[in-house]
């Protein structure tokens, strides 16, 4: 008999932050990772959109103003194995262009079944 329980696993999470604006060939950057991520095998992929964010360039994204909603913040979140987080990266370095890409280890509490029997 089968039993389902909690079990931490170490995991790599990959968490990018773009802009909504942000391209790749006409389409959606966030779409594209997603697309790749997939393709590639990737377990987690998810894609939060921001109300407010400071970019590198020193400007503020925010919805507050209808002429900057294009330019709302943008976060990515990657989780995996390390070894498939690593394989993913030179697609990524293709298409983030002016990005930020963070790595870290992290612990993942999440199901696991365990043989009862």
């Given amino acids: ?41 990737i377990a987690h992929v998810s894609v939060f959109k921001g109300i407010e964010g400071l970019g590198p360039d020193g400007r503020i994204h925010t919805t507050r103003f209808l ?16 070894a498939r987080i690593q394989a993913f990266l030179p697609e990524l370095a293709e298409i983030i262009g002016e990005g930020t890409v963070v790595i870290d280890q992290v612990q993942v509490l999440g199901a696991g079944t365990t043989d009862m029997g």
């Fill in 67 to 82: 002429s900057l909603a294009d330019a709302v913040p943008l976060m990515i979140v990657v989780l995996d194995e390390s």
């Fill in 1 to 41: 008999m089968e039993s389902s329980r909690l079990e931490i696993r170490a995991q790599c999470r990959l968490t990018i932050l773009i802009t909504n604006g942000s391209l790749w060939r006409h389409r959606p950057l966030s779409s594209e990772i997603v697309s790749r991520a997939g393709r590639a095998g």
